[in-house]
């Protein structure tokens, strides 16, 4: 059975599912953001993503971005802000000034920052370090149209059940942490480690949907 936290994480997914249906179709009906925005580029080939933009009823164009991302940034919410810019800044010298660019940074923080692991040995340092413990997701996001930006980030508190170092070995054998901040994939098998979360679930996915749908409609005013 689950417990109590467990039940209200699963309740407030549900009512943020709900809510995105209702901005999807919002969206679709209105128009006011595909109209204003014809042209859409999203600045990575992550398939979380793309997943999650088409939420909204878009459907962008993916080109993944070439920006240096290497920053000597230590505060979690101002390096994906800044990494998510970069790599809009990088992707929109590809295209013309009346094409929207998206771009998005994701970390894991606890008590460090956390990217993408390189090797299974740091991938299996990550999630020792997350074992049993709470950690913040980071999501930085950057929109940009010709000179004009606006820029956000969204964070998400995780909470990590205790594993074994069998359990950690198994999951990272499976492939599927090499390619996620923080080493795990809260959409996957990782999920029976998850004890619960405080705020957008999405956010930890790579892209904090609801947020990103109202800073595209305030964004498109002021076009």
């Known amino acids: 059975m689950m417990d109590k936290k467990e039940l209200d994480s699963l309740e407030k997914r549900?009512?943020?599912?709900?809510?995105?249906?209702?901005?999807?179709?919002?969206?679709?009906?209105?128009?006011?953001?595909?109209e204003k925005f014809p042209k859409i580029v999203l600045a990575s080939r992550s398939p979380r993503r793309i997943e999650l933009i088409k939420l909204l009823g878009l459907n962008p164009s993916v080109y993944a971005s070439e920006a240096d991302e290497n920053s000597t940034e230590k505060d979690p919410a101002l390096l994906t802000q800044r990494l998510a810019f970069?790599?809009?800044?990088?992707?929109?010298?590809?295209?013309?000034?009346?094409?929207?660019?998206?771009?998005?940074?994701t970390v894991v923080f606890s008590g460090e920052i956390?990217?993408?692991?390189?090797?299974e040995e740091e991938a299996y340092r990550m999630l020792s370090t997350l074992s049993g413990k709470e950690h913040v997701v980071y999501t930085g996001v950057c929109l940009l149209y010709g000179e004009k930006k606006m820029g956000f980030s969204e964070k998400t508190v995780v909470y990590i059940a205790k594993m074994s170092e069998q359990e950690i070995r198994e999951y990272i054998a499976s492939g599927d942490s090499m390619d996620k901040a923080g080493a795990y994939g809260i959409q996957g098998v990782f999920s029976r480690f998850v004890k619960g979360i405080v705020g957008d679930y999405y956010n930890v996915m790579g892209l904090p949907v609801a947020r990103l749908y109202q800073s595209l409609k305030l964004f498109s005013k002021e076009i």
Do not use: C, Y
Not at 14 to 34: A, F, Y
């Open 14 to 34: 549900l009512r943020e599912k709900r809510e995105i249906e209702m901005n999807r179709g919002e969206l679709q009906n209105t128009g006011s953001v595909s």
């Open 86 to 105: 970069l790599k809009a800044e990088e992707v929109q010298k590809h295209f013309d000034d009346r094409t929207l660019i998206i771009g998005a940074d």
């Open 114 to 119: 956390l990217g993408k692991p390189k090797t």
